[in-house]
């Protein structure tokens, strides 16, 4: 089956419409998601990006916010704006990269704490509830998340992101090295996943 | 009829994709397409970009020429690299904002020169082969591009475009003030002007 890189930071605004579609989306044309985490700003860094590019660019930033409360209207996602952004997203990144085949599920109820309900998801106490709504171990995740293996898990991740020639978020990365950034992308990027595939 | 404008420059990549698509996909939708050139420079500058971001953010810029490939095959469209990016467009602009009611034809061309031929467009040497290949008196054309009413109407598109929040190209704007940016918003804008239309 042919696979699709999902590549992500909770900072970013368009990876929550991204993170609800890829998985149905994907399914249905019988690709494999690979869910990569992310560090946005060492990615950023390089580019001498140092805050959010819709921070940096004010008619851009107004743009995006709008954008996105239709893009969820669009795609039946609830959407609101978290009042910080972008927030710290380094602890969030570090609990997808640890929490193995639940992976999507904790991704999505990450996103959706942020933005479908505007929540703040930087510490411990913010994404705790969270975990523990889907089930899982929460304080056993979030101590995992800052072990030496779910920094380093992050830390592997985000160097791999530069690899791939990731420069911003979402991204998603064919197995034969194609490239596609945006959550409008996506179809795109499945397609060229299912025809490129030996 | 629904109305959308569609804001281009000839400096822009991805509105030599949108200048294929918008007319067919309108038509189909049922929207009326008012063309409007302006020079995207002057909505640039009060962002602090004094170049193309795509120049300005290499890794932006690397993808983007490897994205329009891709969406050139995608629609079927030629696609050729110019060697110089971008190109001063500013006559070719104003030629587009004169060319009365063969705007689409001639923004089409003078995209297809540029990005699907590579060919220069900053120059009346560059643009009369292209408007004579339309049936047009070049040297008539060119010449009311550069009267005081050509550079007008370039000014006065400009001036609308600020005013309508217009930041990049290409843009489509519905009757009911939403902005829409980049090419592939097409679809979301007919949406847009159809459904929300009195």
């Avoid at 991204?18 to 060492?42: I, S």
């Amino acid at each position: 089956m042919p696979r699709l890189t999902f590549w992500y930071d909770f900072a970013s605004t368009y990876s929550y419409i991204a993170a609800h579609t890829v998985g149905p989306a994907a399914e249905k044309a019988g690709v494999d998601v690979v869910w990569r985490p992310f560090l946005l700003g060492a990615v950023f860094a390089p580019q001498g990006l140092t805050d959010s590019p819709f921070n940096m660019f004010e008619l851009k930033g107004r743009y995006m916010w709008r954008d996105m409360q239709r893009l969820a209207d669009d795609n039946g996602l609830p959407f609101k704006r978290p009042e910080e952004f972008p927030q710290r997203s380094i602890l969030a990144n570090r609990v997808a990269a640890v929490a193995g085949d639940r992976v999507g599920d904790v991704t999505r109820a990450i996103y959706s704490a942020e933005f479908g309900e505007g929540r703040p998801i930087a510490t411990d106490e913010d994404l705790a509830p969270v975990l523990t709504g889907l089930g899982l171990d929460a304080a056993a995740l979030l101590a995992d998340a800052v072990s030496p293996e779910g920094k380093q898990a992050l830390r592997s991740n985000t160097d791999a992101a530069l690899e791939a020639g990731v420069f911003g978020a979402p991204t998603f990365t064919t197995e034969d090295g194609e490239v596609f950034w945006g959550s409008d992308r996506l179809a795109q990027a499945l397609a060229w996943a299912t025809s490129h595939t030996a």
